[in-house]
């Protein structure tokens, strides 16, 4: 065996079950620098999704309070619970406000993001 056979460095072969296996593209059990970048990216880009969904059903179920949040305070006086009717709706101008805000954030963030592409 020759110097340059022994002083080459060989390419790291995988385990089998390694966490590693879905960046190994072509199964061929060496992660090339290419598959790396390419598996970066896809975990990147399924990152990126998971955070507009969980954006997305923060914005519904703030939209959904907003909605829900009048019917609180009929059903409340309804009930005879006229404190806790008159509390709710002092507090209502801050929750509406509160809540509009993270609506607003969310859409003027999704539209700042598509004038960008």
Do not use: C, H
């Not at 390694?18 to 960046?23: I, L, M, T, V």
Request: glycine share 8%; charged share 25%; aromatic share 12%.
């Amino acid at each position: 065996m020759s110097y340059r056979e022994k002083n080459t460095p060989q390419p790291k072969q995988l385990e089998s079950g390694s966490q590693w296996d879905e960046a190994d593209a072509d199964g061929d059990g060496i992660i090339t620098d290419e598959e790396m970048a390419m598996y970066e990216r896809r975990v990147r880009f399924e990152n990126e999704d998971k955070k507009e969904d969980a954006q997305r059903n923060m914005a519904w179920f703030a939209l959904a309070g907003m909605l829900l949040y009048p019917f609180s305070v009929v059903l409340a006086i309804g009930l005879g619970l006229n404190e806790a009717g008159r509390i709710l709706g002092s507090m209502a101008s801050v929750y509406f406000v509160s809540v509009a805000a993270i609506v607003a954030a969310f859409y003027g963030g999704q539209a700042y993001t598509k004038s960008k592409k």
